[in-house]
Each structure stands twice: as C-alpha cells, then as structure tokens.
C-alpha cells in the first residue's frame, strides 16, 4: 500500500536530478518511512481493530480528533487515489494515443475504478493475492533495466550523476513524500488480519527495505544511461526501456505502468474504504455505509461510494494532486504520532508484542522527523493553490464534526 514500484518518480528526477533524487531517496527511508512503520508496528500490534489509525486517535484522544484524523485521510484519499488511474492513463496513452486525448482519460480512469471496486467486493484475500502477482509484474522490466545497464556502463553515465533537473524542488519533495506515504493504510484492515501482533512489525522493517531498493535502483540505472534529467516526466521509464532493450522493452514498461495505477488504486481502495465503515458504525456516517456482502463480508457499500468521489477528482492533474495528497496526510500522520506518545502516559501498561525503542523518548524521537518534514512542506508550500484548498479542507473538519453532533444530539 506504499509502493508501486518506480511508476511516479519521474517527477522527482526533473524537479532535483539524478544526484539529488539519489540522495533524497536514501535520506526518505531514514528519517520518514523507518519512523512511521516503527509507529505503526506499535499501535497495530497494540490495537489490531478495524478502522486502524481512527481507532488509535480515538483511544489517545476522543471522538473530536478521532473524527479529525478520519477526516484528513477521506480528504487526502480522494486525491491519492486520483493519481493512480491517472498513472494508469498516461501509460496507456503511451501504447494508444487516444487514451491521453479529450474526456478519454476520465473515462478509462472510471472504468478502471470500477474494476477494483468488483475485485474489493470480492473480498481482501482477492485483493491480496492480486496484488502480489501485480507487483512481480510491473517490477519485472526494471529488474531486466538493471541488468542491462550495470552490464554496459556508458562515457555519458559518469556526466548525467551530476546533472540537475529543470522543475522546482518542492514539486519533487512532494513527490518524494508520496512515493513513501501510506505505512499506516494497512492498519485499517488490522481485524481481518491473522496474528496482526506479529505480521505488521515483521512486515513493516522488511517493506521498508524493499521499497528503498525498488527506488533507489532504477534511478541509478537511469542516470547511468545519460539521459537528460530535465526531460524527464510521468512515463519516460517507458523511452528508458527502449534505450536499453529496445521497443519490447519498453511495451514491457507501458503494461508494468499499467499494472502499478491498477495495483495501487485495489490495495488502497481495501483499505480506505474501511474508514467510512469505522465513521457509520460509531454514527458519523450513515449506516448504510457499514453494509457487508453476504458472500465476501466486504463493505460493499463504501467501496462503491468511495470510487465515484474518487471519480469526481480526475484530470486535476498529477502534481496538484500529490501536493493535496501530502499535505493533508502529513496533518493525519502527525495525530497518529501524538497518539503514540498520549498512549504510552496514559496506558503504560497496555499490552505492546512491539514497542518503539528508547521509551517515552524514542516515542518522541521518532515522532520528531517526520513532524518536522511535514511542516518544512507546509512552510514551503504556503501561497500555492494547493495549500489553499488543502487549508479549506482542514478548516472544515471541525465544522463538520460540530454539525454531525448537533444532530445526533
């Protein structure tokens, strides 16, 4: 649910070129993703409950911030999930031009929704077994790229390690935030997990490893082929395997993109949609929302719900769609944090088969980094159209919340 392989890095590499994109993605890991799944090993083994990081606010903080952090992540989910059909798009338009040209795209995006949707409501052990078949796939023409390169090192290669891109680096540095996002999305579906107290702490060090090398690598591979970093946008993996193994290679490339907007968008649907499930059973949503299959036990309702507002958000464009995505999340991810640390003063007794090391400190510690790109992003990203209408969303949680309760009440 984080990676999807190198698809969407080509951003990355125009806005800070080959050497900086290098460094950033070795710099990511250490002081973004290896905090967050240190976090989220903790409270998901502590708290295996379904809605995940919902249920976790809600037990350190109460129902107002619990709804808060819901919130932020439904908002920050319609924009991530935007991205994929969006990536899946551009890629197809790569091997059937019409696909990238007029309404098309919206069209292909939606239909591709749909067949997640039907796949969800299939059940998560579907989703599961599809996704890792998907990810041998679209990762395989890069292992094919690797090999080609490492074996016929070039004279440009030794220029392009110091060439630099021609885009902003805030665009890349969101780029390169979302490309390590969603450590926590797995915790949503922790109740459909078996021995959860065991497999997210194991799984969340081994993924995080992975998903390094499964960024680091073909960048490497990129700037050893010379090209120029400044041309680089979302789909020039494609023109790479051509340079390196020619067309078949590259049509190799086209169907792995593909696979990652397909793959991507029917992991996250899994888990996304358990949070409207959360919300309606604890009587923020309609109730209507917690209905399940009979067959599968899929909360078919929210699936379907969830993919048509996805739909609205197509053709906003990839980069306005990662900046929503990152600076909504980044505000999510920061309650999960104090979560952790309100949990380990009030309940230090709470059975935790993994703890964060360093006590109460390495809680904080660990909370620290992350916290501190977040609001670098935030500080950066002020004055854009980005930051305003995230600032618009985040304003109108309270909102929401304060209506909901009048309600009820």
Same mark, same amino acid.
């Given at each position: 649910?984080?990676?999807?392989?190198?698809?969407?890095?080509?951003?990355?590499?125009?806005?800070?070129?080959?050497?900086?994109?290098?460094?950033?993605?070795?710099?990511?890991?250490?002081?973004?993703?290896?905090?967050?799944?240190?976090?989220?090993?903790?409270?998901?083994?502590?708290?295996?409950?379904?809605?995940?990081?919902?249920?976790?606010?809600?037990?350190? $903080?109460?129902?107002?911030?619990?709804?808060?952090?819901?919130?932020?992540?439904?908002?920050?989910?319609?924009?991530?999930?935007?991205?994929?059909?969006?990536?899946?798009?551009?890629?197809?338009?790569?091997?059937?031009?019409?696909?990238?040209?007029? $309404?098309?795209?919206?069209?292909?995006?939606?239909?591709?929704?749909?067949?997640?949707?039907?796949?969800?409501?299939?059940?998560?052990?579907?989703?599961?077994?599809?996704?890792?078949?998907?990810?041998?796939?679209?990762?395989?023409?890069?292992?094919?790229?690797?090999?080609?390169?490492?074996?016929?090192?070039?004279?440009?290669?030794?220029?392009?390690?110091?060439?630099? !891109?021609?885009?902003?680096?805030? !665009?890349?540095?969101?780029?390169?935030?979302?490309?390590?996002?969603?450590?926590?999305?797995?915790?949503?579906?922790?109740?459909?997990?078996?021995?959860?107290?065991?497999?997210?702490?194991?799984? $969340?060090?081994?993924?995080?490893?992975?998903?390094?090398?499964?960024?680091?690598?073909?960048?490497?591979?990129?700037?050893?082929?010379?090209?120029?970093?400044?041309?680089?946008?979302?789909?020039?993996?494609?023109?790479?395997?051509?340079?390196?193994?020619?067309?078949?290679? !590259?049509?190799?490339?086209?169907?792995?993109?593909?696979?990652?907007?397909? !793959?991507?968008?029917?992991?996250?649907?899994?888990?996304?949609?358990?949070?409207?499930?959360?919300?309606?059973?604890?009587?923020?949503?309609?109730?209507?929302?917690?209905?399940?299959?009979?067959?599968?036990?899929?909360?078919?309702?929210?699936?379907?719900?969830?993919?048509?507002?996805?739909?609205?958000?197509?053709?906003?464009?990839?980069?306005?769609?990662?900046?929503?995505?990152?600076?909504?999340?980044?505000?999510?991810?920061?309650?999960?944090?104090?979560?952790?640390?309100?949990?380990?003063?009030?309940?230090?007794?709470?059975?935790?088969?993994?703890?964060?090391?360093?006590?109460?400190?390495?809680?904080?510690?660990?909370?620290? $980094?992350?916290?501190?790109?977040?609001?670098?992003?935030?500080?950066?990203?002020?004055?854009?159209?980005?930051?305003?209408?995230?600032?618009?969303?985040?304003?109108?949680?309270?909102?929401?919340?304060?209506?909901?309760?009048?309600?009820?009440?």
């Amino acid at each position: 649910m984080v990676a999807g392989g190198p698809y969407g890095l080509e951003e990355l590499i125009s806005g800070a070129g080959y050497r900086r994109a290098i460094i950033v993605l070795i710099v990511t890991p250490v002081v973004w993703s290896l905090p967050v799944a240190l976090m989220v090993g903790e409270l998901a083994a502590a708290l295996p409950e379904e809605g995940g990081y919902y249920a976790w606010v809600r037990r350190a $903080m109460g129902p107002s911030w619990a709804f808060q952090e819901a919130w932020l992540s439904l908002a920050a989910s319609i924009f991530d999930m935007a991205l994929y059909p969006t990536i899946f798009t551009l890629y197809l338009a790569r091997l059937w031009p019409t696909a990238g040209e007029g $309404m098309a795209p919206i069209a292909v995006g939606a239909a591709m929704m749909g067949v997640c949707a039907a796949s969800n409501i299939a059940g998560s052990r579907y989703v599961g077994e599809a996704s890792a078949a998907m990810t041998l796939i679209l990762l395989a023409p890069f292992a094919i790229m690797a090999a080609l390169a490492f074996a016929r090192p070039t004279q440009p290669a030794i220029v392009a390690w110091s060439g630099e !891109g021609s885009g902003g680096m805030l !665009g890349a540095a969101f780029v390169a935030l979302w490309n390590q996002m969603g450590w926590d999305n797995a915790s949503t579906i922790a109740g459909e997990v078996e021995r959860p107290q065991r497999v997210y702490p194991l799984t $969340m060090g081994i993924a995080v490893a992975l998903v390094t090398l499964t960024y680091l690598v073909p960048v490497m591979v990129a700037a050893r082929t010379g090209t120029d970093p400044s041309v680089w946008q979302t789909g020039a993996w494609v023109e790479l395997g051509r340079i390196l193994g020619g067309h078949w290679l !590259g049509w190799a490339v086209v169907a792995g993109g593909m696979v990652c907007g397909l !793959g991507m968008f029917d992991a996250l649907l899994m888990s996304y949609s358990r949070l409207p499930v959360a919300l309606a059973q604890d009587g923020y949503l309609p109730r209507a929302l917690a209905r399940r299959h009979a067959r599968s036990g899929a909360p078919w309702v929210a699936i379907v719900v969830c993919c048509l507002v996805y739909a609205s958000c197509l053709g906003l464009g990839f980069q306005r769609l990662v900046a929503l995505d990152v600076l909504l999340y980044g505000l999510s991810l920061i309650l999960e944090f104090i979560a952790l640390i309100l949990l380990r003063i009030r309940e230090p007794t709470l059975p935790r088969p993994f703890r964060v090391p360093g006590g109460l400190a390495g809680a904080v510690a660990v909370a620290a $980094m992350p916290t501190a790109l977040i609001a670098i992003a935030l500080v950066r990203a002020a004055g854009t159209p980005a930051f305003a209408i995230g600032a618009a969303l985040v304003a109108l949680g309270p909102a929401l919340y304060v209506l909901r309760r009048t309600r009820r009440s």
